[in-house]
Structure formats: C-alpha cells, structure tokens
C-alpha cells in the first residue's frame, strides 16, 4: 500500500466552479501535510499545508484534515482556467515525506 | 525568497556518459532532495541528506550517487547514463523540523540517447 493515495483525475470542472480534490494517507502518525500545484514543465509550488484537524482557508482555496479518517483534501473555489495543472498532495510521516502521484485538474472556459 | 537553483534546466546525454547535476540552495537549509519524476510514477526520492557529507538512499538508488560537500551544495551523479534514466530530475531542500514544507527547483529533464 503506498503511503499517499490520489486518484489521478482528470478531473474536469467548468470555470466558477468548485473543484473537489482527495488524498489519503496510511501512516496515522503522519504529522503534517502539504498540497503543491504544478504546472506542465515545470516544478512543485506550495499552495497550501495544514497540521491540524478541521479547515483551512487561503483564499479561494481551502484545506481540510480528517486524522481518524486519514484524509486530506483541497477544495477550490471559483476555479479559473489558471488553476489547470497537477495538484500533488504531499505528507510527513516520521521524519520522511511522501507525495502523492498527483490529480490532474483541467478547468473549463 | 527561497531560491533552489540547478545547473541546467535541458540536458541530452549519451549512453554511458557520466552525467553530473547540480543543486544549490541559499537558505541555509539542512535537508536537501534529489527526485525523478516520470508520466503516472509521480515523484520518486532517488537520495536524500540531512547535513554535509550526510547521504541516504532513497526509495531508487541504483545507478546513481551524491555528493554533498558543502551545506548549500547537493549533487546527483548518474555514473554510467542509461536510457531509462532520462527523466525530469528535480532538487528540493528544506528546513530541519517536521512541519517544514520543500522549496523544489526548476528541475532538469535529461535526454539520455
């Protein structure tokens, strides 16, 4: 079983929308938690990181921590044709940090 | 700002060809990352180190080495380039502590003909 779990998408949503993405994790002593955007060609950029239990919100983005579920998940709203990219989640467990494969998001005009 | 910073940004080898990439961080970070990241793999931690001349395999080692010298310094080292080795390699550092998140490079995508 691997450490962090996406589902690959493509996720398409039309622009305005909200954009649902979902990560889960097998290490209950995972401690913090990260979700990147990145564009095709070129690197990883933060967006978000959460370490405890409930929501967190950054603007039109917000991201939610379930610890007993072992979930993660980022929620985007009034998605802009700019937001299209790869969101990879990412999570510290022990002093090692997983990512997950990513979920490809595609909004539509 | 962080800024991680790799020699090159295109690179096309030859097979057998000793093939060097270099990453340097300026904020005095003490962890640094060298992955690959191939079509549906998503990233895979090829080395990793936590201090100078401090060095750990990752979870695809094989046919490559590092070197880390100096603190802002973290080099990957293909010693006989291989086909299967071209990829987008890409460096991150961070700050010692859990919470901390990775600053990535512009990454490298390696032809190896």
């Known amino acids: 079983q691997k450490e962090v779990e996406q589902n690959s998408g493509p996720l398409s949503v039309p622009e305005g929308a909200i954009a649902s993405l979902n990560c889960t994790y097998s290490?209950?002593?995972?401690?913090?938690f990260f979700w990147y955007r990145q564009y095709s060609g070129k690197s990883p950029e933060l967006i978000m990181f959460?370490?405890?239990?409930g929501d967190k919100e950054d603007g039109r983005f917000t991201a939610q921590l379930n610890k007993a579920s072992q979930y993660v998940s980022l929620l985007i709203r009034d998605s802009q044709p700019s937001d299209s990219a790869t969101y990879l989640c990412a999570v510290i467990a022990g002093n090692q940090f997983y990512f997950g494969t990513g979920t490809s998001l595609t909004v539509i005009p | 700002d962080v800024k991680v910073t790799q020699s090159s940004r295109y690179l096309v080898k030859r097979t057998g060809e000793k093939v060097f990439l270099e990453c340097v961080q300026d904020m005095d970070h003490e962890n640094m990352f060298w992955y690959r990241q191939d079509p549906g793999l998503g990233l895979r931690l090829i080395y990793f180190?936590?201090?100078?001349?401090?060095?750990e395999k990752g979870d695809i080692p094989e046919g490559y080495s590092v070197s880390r010298e100096k603190k802002e310094r973290f080099s990957l080292i293909l010693e006989s380039a291989s086909t299967n080795q071209t990829s987008m390699y890409l460096c991150?550092?961070?700050?010692?502590?859990?919470?901390?998140?990775?600053?990535f490079g512009p990454g490298t995508r390696l032809l190896v003909l």
């Open positions: 991150a550092s961070k700050p010692a502590g859990t919470e901390e998140t990775q600053y």
């Open positions: 180190s936590y201090d100078v001349k401090m060095k």
């Open positions: 290490d209950r002593g995972s401690q913090s």
């Open positions: 959460i370490y405890s239990n």
